[in-house]
């Protein structure tokens, strides 16, 4: 089947990504290291070294051979004879005389969050060199995040625009499943967790996230009728549906009208649904694709700031997050994303109050207690390790978040979704009635 140009040249572009990543290491395993550096640390920032314990078969391994050279990639044995790595999908065997020292390295999001906690927000030239680092590792959204924040103080840096260019093209297929079988040094490409990524996080500090099921009811409530994301009813749906509401005038009574209805496109059957308030059918419309409003979500807001900044482990994502806890992994994973958008949607301050205010956005305490205490009108609490995630009244973000709320389906829906977030709170009740049809 012939591609069409964009997709081949989207598909060129990540191959050729993944494999002159490989060559890199290939070629940084034959020499020794030009200076003092933590492994796998873009810049050689402190914080970013290597467990000090032996790996297990299948871990992110550092063998450090007796020439000073450092060999990074997945343990796939080790015995007296030698170490057999999996460097970019191809296994390195390093004879055993050779080696001086084997190690397992920390997982990379760890290794991410250290040195990011070390660069100034400013420093254009280090983001960059994180965000390729991230890129060649398989963190795409974690480094669209980084260029973005580049781009946001600096929307003139090329370097920052093309590198974005490329994040969002293999995002893209990342999404579409296109990427899935391909390696980068050391991780691969793929979508969903790592496995031991997953171990290393979530054993200590599991997160409930929520299910395709779920996410799926939620595009459902969200969706935007004049604007409809792909979507699918079954016929069996549209005649169990019809059989239900027969007696309403909205259901054809011939034949013929029937036959006509079964023909309907998805969105239209969805209105039906909407104007007779069916929800027992909502969850048999699948949705293949986001609403806009939870694009907007997902790139900026979440990616952008919530899971950078507020979400950070030294904030509302590790152990003192308080009430509000929230998910910084995987940014691209609409579990991710979806999981953080229902909490914040949720929530309710001590007195009451909601985290969005969807009458008036910008005076939401979700972007209040983001600015400097001085300029908000809700300032956010004295706490450890807080800083302002908002510079000015005039952050380019602020207005980006207001446009997003705004973008949100009115009246607010109340989601049927069994969720119990990682705080002991109560969910709130949905906003009051606003003029709109109510889901």
Not at 61 to 88: F, H, I, M, N, Q
Not at 251 to 268: C, S, V, Y
Not at 280 to 303: C, H, I, Q, T, W
Request: charged share 25%; net charge neutral.
């Amino acid at each position: 089947m012939a591609l069409t140009s964009a997709r081949f040249r989207d598909r060129a572009a990540a191959a050729a990504l993944v494999c002159c990543a490989a060559c890199c290491v290939a070629l940084a395993a034959q020499e020794p290291e030009p200076r003092p550096a933590e492994p796998g640390s873009p810049l050689g920032l402190p914080g970013d070294a290597e467990a000090e314990r032996a790996p297990a078969v299948g871990d992110e391994t550092v063998v450090v051979t007796r020439e000073g050279r450092r060999l990074s990639g997945r343990l796939v044995s080790a015995d007296e004879k030698r170490v057999v790595l999996s460097v970019a999908g191809i296994d390195l065997i390093i004879p055993r005389a050779d080696v001086e020292r084997v190690m397992a390295q920390r997982p990379l999001l760890a290794r991410y969050h250290e040195m990011r906690s070390l660069i100034d927000d400013g420093d254009a030239v280090r983001l960059l060199v994180l965000a390729r680092w991230l890129m060649t590792n398989g963190l795409v959204g974690e480094a669209i995040t980084e260029v973005d924040r580049v781009l946001q103080s600096d929307p003139t840096n090329a370097d920052a625009a093309a590198l974005r260019a490329l994040l969002g093209r293999q995002s893209d297929l990342l999404e579409q499943g296109e990427l899935t079988g391909l390696r980068a040094p050391g991780e691969r490409v793929e979508a969903e967790p790592r496995d031991e990524e997953e171990r290393w996080r979530d054993a200590a500090n599991p997160f409930p996230l929520l299910t395709p099921q779920q996410i799926n009811l939620i595009k459902v409530y969200e969706l935007d009728l004049d604007r409809p994301p792909r979507m699918m009813v079954s016929r069996e749906t549209v005649e169990r549906l019809m059989q239900r509401y027969a007696d309403n005038p909205l259901i054809p009574a011939t034949r013929e009208g029937r036959e006509r209805f079964l023909a309907l496109p998805p969105a239209e059957v969805l209105n039906v649904m909407f104007r007779l308030q069916a929800r027992e059918f909502y969850g048999e419309v699948r949705v293949m694709e986001n609403p806009a409003s939870m694009l907007k979500f997902r790139d900026e807001v979440n990616r952008s700031w919530l899971a950078t900044s507020c979400a950070s482990t030294q904030c509302h994502g590790g152990e003192g997050a308080g009430r509000l806890r929230l998910y910084n992994r995987r940014l691209s994973n609409e579990a991710a994303y979806y999981t953080n958008f229902l909490i914040l949607e949720r929530f309710k301050m001590s007195d009451g109050t909601p985290l969005i205010n969807y009458k008036q956005p910008e005076r939401s305490p979700l972007i209040q207690l983001g600015l400097p205490r001085q300029d908000s009108l809700k300032p956010h609490p004295e706490a450890r390790n807080w800083t302002a995630t908002f510079k000015t009244l005039n952050d380019r973000r602020i207005g980006q978040t207001v446009d997003w709320v705004r973008s949100m389906y009115q009246p607010r829906p109340d989601h049927p979704v069994d969720y119990a977030a990682p705080v002991v709170d109560l969910p709130p009740k949905s906003a009051p009635g606003m003029p709109g049809v109510p889901r």
